[in-house]
């Protein structure tokens, strides 16, 4: 008999559910989130499971890492692609777990990459230095602000971002209250520009693109760090058919659904990687500034469109020529991209 397993997973507990091969449901149980335990209740089913469903949620790690070890297959389910039936009344973690181990039987689950547990680490080390130069970001626009409020100026911020000279305390030095804010925000701005420093130094040492995507750097606006970023967000290329399944994760594509040439709303944006999206958004502005091509490609859209549109568009762009890139071991070739 073939059985079919979801766990709909949370912060203290997760619900068990399994199903056999005719959708009857055979065995539920809710279980204190304890590797040990959830093993203990699935080792009388062991034989018969062909599949253990989990959501792919903040903190599935431990849960698929551990029931892997055990030798049991695991489905991670995209929560993002999972539609539940709009006209129901009443919904618990009883019903999404058997919803996740029935969706697996009837083989309509929306799946998601299993990211390797040895590269994970590196890759979370990443995102925590996008973390740290988001919060950075917000303090130096803070600044920035208070300094064109009271001064009628804008102070650049590769001068706020200076660790051996600040810049910041001659623009509000004649009010106290002011150059307490001034020096609080540019040592808050400091301590993150060194802690970030420090990540991209640990991960120099530590961390090399791989042949397969050493080229990514011929990509305009794309250097080592962001080439980092797209090769551990990005996992083995093969694992996208087609580009635009490629720009679509990287959450470049337009969520715009049309019917009879009627827009009928917008898709899920947040289905994709939001850390690949940041990335290309981040590589079209540095290709806007530095690139010539990238530049009269970014300018061609905006005579047509607004600002938004543009970027968006450049970065798709890039995230399609680093699909080719990274699919094909080729350099980067604009004429491919920007004509």
């Given at each position: ?37 959830i093993v203990q209740s699935f080792e009388p089913f062991r034989n018969d499971l062909v599949g253990i469903v989990v959501e792919s949620t903040y903190n599935w790690y431990w849960l698929v890492d551990g ?273």
């Amino acid at each position: 008999m073939k059985l079919y397993s979801g766990i709909d997973l949370h912060s203290s507990n997760s619900y068990l559910a399994i199903v056999d091969e005719t959708g009857k449901r055979i065995f539920k149980e809710k279980a204190p989130n304890d590797i040990r335990a959830i093993v203990q209740s699935f080792e009388p089913f062991r034989n018969d499971l062909v599949g253990i469903v989990v959501e792919s949620t903040y903190n599935w790690y431990w849960l698929v890492d551990g029931l892997m070890a055990e030798g049991f297959a695991l489905h991670l389910a995209n929560p993002s692609a999972i539609q539940k039936y709009s006209g129901m009344k009443y919904a618990d973690d009883k019903h999404d777990a058997f919803w996740l181990a029935e969706m697996l039987r009837l083989n309509i689950l929306p799946t998601g990459y299993i990211y390797p547990k040895d590269t994970r680490p590196i890759r979370d080390l990443l995102r925590k230095r996008g973390h740290l130069v988001s919060l950075r970001s917000s303090l130096l626009i803070s600044l920035q602000n208070i300094i064109t409020r009271n001064c009628g100026t804008k102070m650049k911020t590769n001068d706020i971002k200076r660790l051996r000279e600040n810049r910041v305390q001659p623009y509000l030095a004649d009010n106290e209250d002011l150059a307490l804010a001034g020096q609080v925000s540019k040592d808050s701005i400091d301590f993150f520009t060194k802690q970030i420093y420090a990540i991209e130094g640990f991960l120099e040492k530590k961390l090399e693109l791989t042949d397969a995507y050493k080229k990514l750097v011929t990509i305009p606006g794309i250097g080592k760090i962001l080439g980092l970023t797209i090769m551990l967000e990005t996992g083995p290329i093969e694992r996208f058919e087609k580009v635009g399944n490629y720009a679509s994760y990287c959450r470049a594509v337009s969520t715009q659904w049309i019917s009879n040439g009627k827009s009928k709303g917008k898709g899920n944006k947040k289905n994709g990687n939001k850390y690949l999206s940041w990335a290309f958004s981040e590589a079209a502005e540095f290709a806007r500034r530095y690139d010539d091509k990238a530049r009269a490609f970014y300018n061609r859209k905006l005579r047509k469109t607004n600002f938004m549109i543009a970027h968006a568009s450049l970065a798709h762009k890039l995230a399609r020529a680093a699909y080719h890139v990274m699919k094909d071991g080729v350099d980067f070739m604009p004429e491919k991209i920007f004509t």
